[in-house]
């Protein structure tokens, strides 16, 4: 599956700022580490995956450099710019903002 359909427009961002904010990661990494902490519920295609890195690493918020993998094999490896981590604050300040705006409107009573 590329993009959860239930997936905010946006949000891939700021997942993989966030997931990268942890520690630094491979493309396979970074997808299976989405996987792993949301339960199995968010999955992210190659195809979706690797243009969201390549944008993040345009703007700046990432950075990338070749390194031998866990099977020594050459792989890209991901990490967070200052500039990346001050753009994961700001995310997740609107995205806290919007969920708690849905949130309220979810749980209106109905009459």
């Given amino acids: 599956m590329s993009k959860p359909p239930d997936l905010v427009q946006g949000t891939l961002d700021l997942l993989l700022l966030k997931i990268l904010a942890l520690e630094p990661l491979n493309g396979f990494a970074v997808s299976l580490r989405l996987k ?29 450099e070749w390194r031998p993998s866990e099977n020594n094999r050459r792989a890209k490896y991901y990490s967070l710019t200052r500039l990346g981590r001050r753009q994961l604050e700001r995310e997740a300040r609107d995205w806290d903002r919007l969920s708690a705006a849905i949130a309220q409107v979810v749980r209106l009573k109905e009459a």
């Avoid at 992210?44 to 890195?53: E, F």
């Fill in 36 to 64: 792993q902490i949301s339960g199995d519920v968010l999955r992210v295609s190659d195809g979706s995956l690797y243009p969201a890195l390549h944008k993040l690493e345009q703007e700046g918020w990432i950075r990338a």
